[in-house]
């Protein structure tokens, strides 16, 4: 005891009055840290103009060995060097059988990738520079581009070591690029040459059982920004709450995820992951670390949530949103073209006529529920020339009862056109805590195919005999019929009136808000290192003319900003609507130096990537446009 006070009252008066969250913010980069180093010094807007490129490894400007080692140095020697794991099978320094042979075994695991520093969901999207060899060659290390990787990685598990990153890039104008578990599916966390900023250890919890701030005043919690699903959702179980989490287990719930959007399960009566936010601790481009709120920093506050990961500030922690503990109730069932291996009444063989009927009936209900709080989640994929619809509608705050009469109208409307299923015995779980834990703990596979996506808006929905209807139907049968592509799409409605406050005054893209149906499809073609340039192009371009259909459709529509193609047509309008202005005037007076960039985020039109004979790829310079 200090003056009657416990440790832990000192902790929190502390953090109220430096406004941090966690102890690992209150390490924080200081003018006396600094000294007289130019290296670490703070950012200053009038320093002068943006040179034309950024320092890349091998280029004149790029720092020296001394300059390394000294920012080392600063970081307590946890600056780590851009070595791919796959460079462990090259012949040559970093030659290394056991580190080899686990990645030949796990090179395709999303937990593989989350916990490495440098790895990125998708290789392609540094070209596939250092593949792993086939297990009786052992290449010479010059088969592994490692300078396509970032060149160092910041471990950061304090803000210090965020601000000193962030100063030590810009003052030397190298790319920076941030990473937390790497699932992302643009290649927005990586890029040749950078500083990469790994946030993967800032993990921390506190529930707040009040929390006001402008107008809200209920029940919240602070929460680290490197928190991943199945750590979301051991907290709700430990303090009884609901809390929005991801959908898939290896997605950190409040970096990239959030700072797009973010959707759930439970989105269509909680809002999207932007719309939690009650206040937000970052690291701006100068270096400072500074809080933000509805009042304070309020540009930041409405950038960062659905603005785009990774352009406006590195969040190290927020405030969030909690509710009370709800219940959610699921019903699945199938039907396909193919033969039915089972007897069990929900999954059933129906014709190819019947088939696609059966989907515009499907479909048919998505208002309504949307409208009732629900989503819809569903996976039709095609295998030579048979259909199957895999589907799943799922609904917080509902009875077993409830979810059998909310189903009741689709499951009549099937069996109408010849889908002889019965409604389907409602799984049930009484706290979306239980909903999302998995026994097994989290797991999934990396993908380096290609990824498209497209919003749907209420009105293509409105009417199930109106043209406009029968329009998206026919592009989504084209899709998979003549394009041979599996289709996904989840369902959800993240309207203005379920974001309430502060969430509707953010930079969510209003073609999210609209939408009542978000489609995704990947490439059939995995576009790994084996696959020429020439055959890319041409892929992509006959994947590209399918999704096109869907954006006839939907032409006051766009894309999904963390599920979309790195190439999207006009991605300014597409991903972030009429906010764009407003964000860039935002990034411009915030960032004036470019120091944050990732491709398709707000001002990336400005920069370039040299040296990718014309694929949307990351692995070289970062140069203007204009320069």
């Known amino acids: 005891m200090v003056s009657g006070l416990s440790l832990l009252s000192i902790l929190l008066v502390a953090q109220a009055a430096f406004a941090y969250n966690f102890a690992y913010e209150s390490i924080q980069l200081t003018d006396l840290n600094v000294g007289n180093n130019p290296d670490l010094a703070f950012g200053n807007a009038s320093t002068g103009d943006i040179p034309s490129c950024k320092s890349y490894p091998g280029y004149e400007g790029w720092p020296s060995s001394t300059q390394w080692s000294a ?18 099978c090259y012949e040559g320094e970093y030659r290394d059988t056991a580190k080899c042979s686990n990645v030949r075994r796990r090179q395709s695991d999303a937990l593989f990738a989350k916990e490495d520093p440098l790895v990125p969901f998708g290789q392609w999207t540094l070209h596939n520079p250092c593949p792993v060899p086939a297990a009786s060659a052992t290449p010479p290390l010059s088969g592994c581009k490692l300078v396509s990787f970032p060149a160092f990685v910041v471990n950061a598990t304090t803000v210090k070591d965020v601000q000193l990153a962030v100063n030590f890039a810009r003052n030397n104008n190298i790319r920076l690029t941030i990473k937390n578990t790497g699932h992302d599916f643009l290649g927005r966390n990586t890029g040749g040459g950078a500083l990469q900023v790994w946030v993967h250890r800032m993990k921390a919890f506190e529930y707040l059982p009040t929390y006001k701030v402008g107008q809200y005043s209920g029940q919240a919690a602070r929460v680290g920004a490197a928190l991943e699903q199945q750590e979301v959702y051991d907290a709700m179980s430990t ?31 909680y809002g999207l992951m932007a ?34 990961p990774g352009n406006f500030g590195i969040v190290t922690s927020a405030i969030v949103k909690a509710y009370p503990p709800t219940t959610v109730a699921r019903s699945d069932f199938t039907f396909q073209t193919g033969p039915v291996s089972s007897n069990d009444k929900t999954t059933v063989r129906v014709s190819n006529e019947t088939f696609w009927k059966g989907m515009k009936v499907y479909f048919s209900h998505n208002l309504r529920i949307n409208d009732a709080k629900g989503i819809m989640s569903n996976y039709i994929t095609t295998t030579a020339r048979t259909f199957t619809l895999s589907n799943q509608i799922t609904k917080p705050g509902v009875t077993v009862e409830e979810m059998r009469r909310l189903m009741a109208p689709l499951i009549k409307d099937l069996n109408d056109v010849g889908i002889s299923l019965v409604n389907p015995e409602p799984k049930f779980w009484s706290t979306y805590a239980k909903f999302g834990t998995m ?17 749907v808006p209420r009105s293509n929905f409105a009417d199930p005999t109106s043209q406009t209807f029968n329009t998206t139907m026919a592009a989504i049968r084209s899709f998979m019929e003549e394009g041979g592509y599996s289709f996904h799409s989840v369902d959800y409605a993240p309207t203005l009136e379920t974001a309430g406050y502060p969430g509707s005054d953010s930079a969510v893209s209003p073609h999210l808000r609209n939408a009542v149906m978000h489609m995704t499809g990947f490439d059939s073609r995995q ?23 869907l954006r006839d459709a939907t032409p006051l529509s766009g894309a999904y900003m963390n599920e979309a193609d790195v190439a999207e047509p006009n991605f300014q309008y597409s991903m972030y609507g009429d906010n764009y202005d407003r964000l860039l005037k935002i990034k411009k007076e915030r960032d004036p130096w470019g120091l944050f960039y990732v491709v398709t985020g707000v001002g990336s039109e400005s920069w370039f990537v040299e040296g990718t004979g014309g694929l949307p790829t990351q692995q070289g310079r970062l140069c203007r446009v204009d320069a």
């Open 275 to 308: 719309d939690q936010v009650l206040a937000l601790e970052l690291v701006t481009a100068d270096g400072r670390f500074v809080h933000a709120d509805p009042m304070e920093n309020a540009d930041l506050f409405f950038a960062i949530r659905g603005g785009g």
């Open 527 to 549: 576009y790994d290192a084996s696959l020429s340039d020439e055959l890319w192009k041409s892929s992509h371009a006959r994947l590209d003319s399918y999704v096109q259909k």
């Open 439 to 455: 026994p097994g703990g989290p797991s999934g596979g990396t993908s380096n195919s290609r990824l498209v996506s497209r919003l």
């Open 71 to 88: 920012l080392n140095m600063s970081l307590g020697g946890t600056l780590l060097k851009g070595i791919p794991p796959a460079a462990a």
């Open 239 to 269: 303090y009884g709450i609901t809390l929005l989490a991801p959908g898939s287990s290896t997605v950190g719930a409040y970096g990239g995820y959030m700072q797009g959007g973010g959707f759930s399960y439970i989105t269509s009566k």
